[in-house]
Antibody, heavy 120, light 107 residues
Framework: QVQLVESGGGVVQPGRSLRLSCAAS????????MHWVRQAPGEGLDWVAVIWSDGSDKYYTDSVKGRFTISRDNSKNTIYLQMNSLRAEDTAVYYC?????????????WGQGTLVTVSS | DIQMTQSPSSLSPSVGDRVTITCRAS??????LNWYQQKPGKGPKLLIYAASSLRSGVPSRFSGSGSGTDFTLTISTLQPEDVASYYCQQSYRTPVTFGQGTKVEIK
């Protein structure tokens, strides 16, 4: 069965960096696009970024452009989210999610999430 | 960006009731619309894709309809396990955007 396990969350000071990882299993990882979606405490879902199955294309929401970088290692079945210049408003549970296709915007499986808290 | 507006933001029906949640897009998105269910402390689950296609394994009491800018998620007969928040999502173009969510509680 499809499993997505996020790690790397924690408490970090404003302006610092953090890297999230998501280990995937139960499917042919290199055949699917992958997303990061976040959810601030008590709030709704906020899409962050997507990377195509072969890593050829990446798209970001405006609020993280230039600060966050999505990447993947198909040999390790893992995606990453490098988060730099973190702000208080980046505080959220970050979900890793799988697309239904190699390049698309339709999410079918989600992980359990990892909490990032940006606070001094 | 395409804005997605859901209504209502919350509702408290009784078990067995028919529940309808609406989602409106700020522009035509054809049928590029998905619905998700999220229970507390868990990641969301896909219910409906392409506006009206039921995902395999999802109970048939869930259905979706609509095209263009107006969409509906219907639960035909509410069950206790349907207590959750529900979100619509447009997959027409980036950035992906979600509705603000509808919280369903049992009266």
């Amino acid at each position: 069965q499809v499993q997505l396990v996020e790690s790397g969350g924690g408490v970090v000071q404003p302006g610092r960096s953090l890297r999230l990882s998501c280990a995937a299993s139960g499917f042919t990882f290199s055949s699917y696009g992958m997303h990061w979606v976040r959810q601030a405490p008590g709030e709704g879902l906020d899409w962050v970024a997507v990377i195509w199955s072969d890593g050829s294309d990446k798209y970001y929401t405006d609020s993280v452009k230039g600060r966050f970088t999505i990447s993947r290692d198909n040999s390790k079945n893992t995606i990453y989210l490098q988060m730099n210049s973190l702000r208080a408003e980046d505080t959220a549970v970050y979900y890793c999610a799988r697309d239904i296709a190699p390049s698309g915007l339709n999410i079918d499986y989600w992980g359990q999430g990892t909490l990032v808290t940006v606070s001094s | 960006d395409i804005q997605m507006t859901q209504s209502p933001s919350s509702l408290s029906p009784s078990v067995g009731d028919r529940v309808t949640i609406t989602c409106r897009a700020s522009q035509n998105i054809n049928n590029y619309l998905n619905w998700y269910q999220q229970k507390p402390g868990k990641g969301p689950k896909l219910l409906i894709y392409a506006a009206s296609s039921l995902r395999s394994g999802v109970p048939s009491r869930f259905s979706g309809s609509g095209s263009g800018t107006d969409f509906t998620l219907t639960i035909s007969t509410l069950q206790p396990e349907d207590v959750a928040s529900y979100y619509c999502q447009q997959s027409y173009r980036t950035p992906v955007t979600f509705g603000q969510g509808t919280k369903v509680e049992i009266k």
